[in-house]
């Protein structure tokens, strides 16, 4: 398995935070990653 460039808790934070409502699109812009890469996460 490849290793991540986030850890865990990064990733979690950022689907927690999606899920209260912030967009997905400005999430994804302040880690770097394509939102195909955050669904894939979800």
Do not use: H, N
Not at 18 to 25: D, I, L, Y
């Amino acid at each position: 398995m490849i290793a991540s460039r986030f850890s865990e808790e990064q990733i979690i934070k950022a689907i927690k935070e999606a899920e209260v409502g912030r967009k997905v699109p400005d999430i994804c812009r302040d880690l770097g990653v394509s939102e195909a890469t955050f669904y894939t996460w979800r």
